[in-house]
Structure formats: C-alpha cells, structure tokens
C-alpha cells in the first residue's frame, strides 16, 4: 500500500457518512440493512486528512507524503532542506562575483555530491581555495571546504526526512490495518448498494417491471421483452410478447414460424 491508496481510501471514507444518510431516508429494508454496515471509524479519517498530501508520490521512500504541520520534527527537516537549496543558490552568485567568472555553476550528481563546474577559459580565474575533483573536455569541477561543509547538512536532512516519513507512514498503514475489518464491510455495502443502483436505473430506463412471485404454478408474462436484443435493435422496434403456462391447460407450446420471426428470442 502507498500514499495515493490511503489518499483514495480517506477520499472514499469521507463520502461515506453522506451515503449513509441518503439510504436511511429511503426507509427500505436491503438500503438499511447495508447503511448498517457503513461504519466509518473517524479517528482514522481524521489522521489521513490530518497526515497525507492530497497528491502524494508513487513511492513511499523518498518523502513528500506528510502534510506541513503533522509533524514538528519532519517540519525542521523540510525547512534545513529548502534553506539549503537556497544556500547553494546565494553560494553561486557570491562566487560568480568574487571571482568573476560569469559561467560559473553549482551543480549535483550522485557521484559528486555538489560541486562547483569552471570552463576551460576561466580556469586561469580559478582561486586558490577551490579543489581539483574530475576534469572534462571543456570544463574542471571543483569543490570548497565551505561546499562541501554545508552538502553534508542538506543531504543529511533529506535523508533523515526521508526516513522519518517513512517511518511515519508505517505507523498510519498500521493504523489502516487495525480498521481493515470495519472498512471490508464497509467496502461490502457500498458495492451492494453499488449493484442495486445500476439495477434500479436500467429498471427505471428501460421500463422493466418487478415480478410477483407466488407459490402457484402459474407463470403468466404480459408483453414479455429480452433485456439484451431489445437494446441491439437500432432500426426496428423490439414487439413484446405474452407468455401464459401453468399445469393445467397451458403445459406445452409449440412454436412455428419462418426464419428471423423471433422464435429463438421467445425461448429465451
């Protein structure tokens, strides 16, 4: 499970109260029997709108998952990291203008970490305090004592962040799972009531009646349709049949006609 799962959960979650209501003033037995079953723990909800974004990663590693505000320690992290990426970007310009080399970069790599990328016509401008670290074609990377003092800070809080959230994240999945009996019901009803709404609108659309069953054996049908061919037919009108069989006069038909005149679809 991740971050967008238990997003699209708390989503789901939030509506359900509102479903609820809507069945218990339909006042019919199969509604109230699934609205009964549309328990919501709330303390749980609380802690998903509390604790997740609302469009958190696919990954559960790498952080960006917890809302600002959930957690004081996470905060101080998230902070020493923007600050950082801030840093690197005022220790950028405060070297372009001491040494005056315009093309100057501060860039990042895995390998590297940070470090400070001069081309080959600026070497020349190069100060003593920048160190050797990988030559290219058409440039040198350097890094400083100070560069590299403060990397070690941003890199390490966003480790530390990352690692919290996901530790955090493992305390909510745990507390999903504690419910996961009251949400499977949960999730049961409202399929229920899911299938008796699809059923009910095709009913209302298409006309269909209830039929009342009795214990006699009598079946009589009054302008009988196929649900399924009636809805194929784009350019002719599907005629309705009678069916009337029981056991005494009406046990046996037998049914004639030419090709195409509706045998088949009588049968079924």
């Not at 019919?28 to 328990?39: I, K, N, P």
């Not at 998952?65 to 320690?73: A, I, T, V």
Request: aromatic content about 6%.
């Amino acid at each position: 499970t991740n971050a967008r799962e238990l997003v699209i959960l708390r989503d789901s979650l939030t509506v359900i109260p509102r479903l609820k209501e809507v069945l218990e003033e339909l006042r019919t037995e199969s509604a109230g029997e699934q609205a009964g079953d549309m328990e919501v723990p709330p303390a749980l909800v609380s802690l998903l709108q509390e604790a997740l974004v609302d469009n958190p990663p696919l990954t559960i590693k790498e952080g960006g998952m917890f809302r600002s505000g959930y957690n004081s320690e996470l905060d101080e992290l998230h902070t020493l990291t923007r600050d950082g990426k801030n840093w690197i970007s005022r220790f950028q310009e405060t070297e372009i203008r001491r040494t005056g080399i315009k093309s100057l970069k501060v860039r990042y790599n895995k390998v590297f970490g940070y470090y400070i990328e001069v081309t080959r016509p600026n070497l020349s401008l190069v100060p003593d305090n920048y160190i050797p670290k990988q030559t290219l074609v058409n440039a040198e990377r350097f890094i400083t004592e100070e560069l590299k003092s403060y990397e070690n800070k941003v890199l390490g809080a966003q480790e530390k962040a990352a690692a919290l959230e996901y530790k955090l994240f493992e305390e909510i999945r745990e507390a999903v799972r504690k419910e996961s009996p009251s949400i499977q019901r949960c999730a049961v009803a409202v399929g229920a009531i899911d299938a008796l709404a699809a059923l009910a609108e095709v009913a209302l659309s298409n006309r269909y009646v209830k039929p009342e069953i009795e214990s006699s054996d009598r079946l009589e049908i009054i302008n009988g349709r196929h649900p399924v061919i009636e809805r194929i037919l784009v350019d002719e009108r599907f005629v309705g049949n009678d069916t009337i069989m029981d056991g005494d006069e009406n046990q046996i038909f037998i049914i004639t006609g030419p090709n195409m005149a509706g045998k088949s679809t009588y049968i079924r």
